[in-house]
């Protein structure tokens, strides 16, 4: 199946004459007969019902003519956007929780009102795991922790965050490792950043930490932790967001784990009008003179 016979298929529906069709696409008659019988071949069905001078669309001819003309209209949405290099068609991009929770809304808002032709499409994850879905073509962009250091990668800074680790409110205080020796901890699945910067700081004291607790969002991490049932990790800024004032207390981390910036990703080989309509909205609205166009 390609797009030719999606148009000769089209038009053939439309006009309900082979003769109208071929006239219409500068074609004979024949060619059309030949592409629509492999295209029934190879869809398995009759698509038309064919009568003495013309051609009917038979029921399932209707249902495939439906997603016929969304194939088509997104053909021409995706060349047109290609050609005149601004930024239109579907935009896959890929975010860490704590980044869409606290710095996507009032971004991707501004995003829509300046380019409406975007339709764009979120998909939340680990820093490993979204970086990888750009690494495969899967996703357009995404915003991940870094520096991120591949070849087929480009990638820029986006926003600052800093880092806390959280407890309930009658945990003693903790400034070590060791404070917080055998407490459960509460993250997100491997893969996360975050989660291995933890790790890391148990790990630079030669202490193992307690057992690890995956959790799928960031609120049901702090209903945990305030209910003193472990440990967490997560940006400052998630936490003035989603907690209560007295709800859970925090406690400091070395800047070594506590320092980290997220970085917009892209492939090397595709820096589309929409990855860079974003990258020049995120530097736009950015107060740090570190990013840079």
């Given at each position: 199946?390609?797009?030719?016979?999606?148009?000769?298929?089209?038009?053939?529906?439309?006009?309900?004459?082979?003769?109208?069709?071929?006239?219409?696409?500068?074609?004979?008659?024949?060619?059309?007969?030949?592409?629509?019988?492999?295209?029934e071949q190879e869809?398995?069905?009759?698509?038309?019902?064919?009568?003495?001078?013309?051609?009917?669309?038979?029921?399932?001819?209707?249902?495939?003519?439906?997603?016929?003309?969304?194939?088509?209209?997104?053909?021409?949405?995706?060349?047109?956007?290609?050609?005149?290099?601004?930024?239109?068609?579907?935009?896959?991009?890929?975010?860490?929780?704590?980044?869409?929770?606290?710095?996507?809304?009032?971004?991707?808002?501004?995003?829509?009102?300046?380019?409406?032709?975007v339709t764009l499409?979120?998909?939340?994850?680990?820093?490993?795991?979204?970086?990888?879905?750009?690494?495969?073509?899967?996703?357009?962009?995404?915003?991940?922790?870094?520096?991120?250091?591949?070849?087929?990668?480009?990638?820029?800074?986006?926003?600052?965050?800093?880092?806390?680790?959280?407890?309930?409110?009658?945990?003693?205080?903790?400034?070590?490792?060791?404070?917080?020796?055998?407490?459960?901890?509460?993250?997100?699945?491997?893969?996360?950043?975050?989660?291995?910067?933890?790790?890391?700081?148990?790990?630079?004291?030669?202490?193992?930490?307690?057992?690890?607790?995956?959790?799928?969002?960031?609120?049901?991490?702090?209903?945990?932790?305030?209910?003193?049932?472990?440990?967490?990790?997560?940006?400052?800024?998630?936490?003035?967001?989603?907690?209560?004032?007295?709800?859970?207390?925090?406690?400091?981390?070395?800047?070594?784990?506590?320092?980290?910036?997220?970085?917009?990703?892209?492939?090397?080989?595709?820096?589309?009008?929409?990855?860079?309509?974003?990258?020049?909205?995120?530097?736009?609205?950015s107060p740090d003179?570190?990013?840079?166009?």
């Amino acid at each position: 199946m390609d797009l030719t016979q999606l148009k000769m298929f089209c038009a053939v529906a439309e006009t309900g004459s082979l003769a109208r069709a071929a006239e219409q696409l500068h074609r004979v008659p024949s060619n059309l007969t030949t592409r629509l019988r492999q295209l029934e071949q190879e869809t398995g069905i009759d698509l038309f019902i064919r009568e003495k001078q013309r051609l009917r669309l038979s029921p399932m001819g209707h249902n495939f003519l439906c997603y016929a003309q969304r194939i088509l209209a997104l053909s021409e949405e995706a060349l047109a956007m290609t050609h005149n290099g601004e930024p239109g068609g579907i935009f896959a991009l890929g975010s860490m929780e704590s980044t869409a929770a606290v710095h996507l809304p009032s971004l991707l808002s501004t995003y829509h009102q300046r380019y409406p032709e975007v339709t764009l499409s979120l998909v939340t994850g680990t820093s490993g795991e979204i970086i990888e879905q750009v690494r495969k073509g899967t996703l357009a962009a995404a915003l991940a922790e870094g520096p991120v250091v591949a070849d087929e990668l480009n990638s820029c800074k986006t926003f600052s965050e800093r880092m806390v680790l959280i407890s309930n409110l009658h945990h003693a205080p903790i400034q070590r490792p060791e404070d917080a020796a055998g407490d459960t901890l509460f993250a997100f699945r491997p893969g996360c950043s975050y989660r291995l910067r933890l790790e890391n700081w148990f790990r630079q004291a030669g202490i193992s930490p307690g057992p690890f607790m995956e959790i799928q969002s960031y609120h049901a991490m702090l209903a945990c932790v305030a209910s003193g049932a472990g440990l967490a990790i997560l940006p400052e800024s998630v936490l003035e967001r989603i907690a209560a004032p007295g709800q859970v207390q925090k406690h400091a981390l070395p800047a070594d784990i506590s320092e980290t910036t997220t970085y917009l990703v892209w492939r090397r080989d595709a820096f589309t009008p929409n990855v860079k309509a974003l990258k020049y909205l995120i530097i736009e609205q950015s107060p740090d003179d570190e990013i840079q166009p």
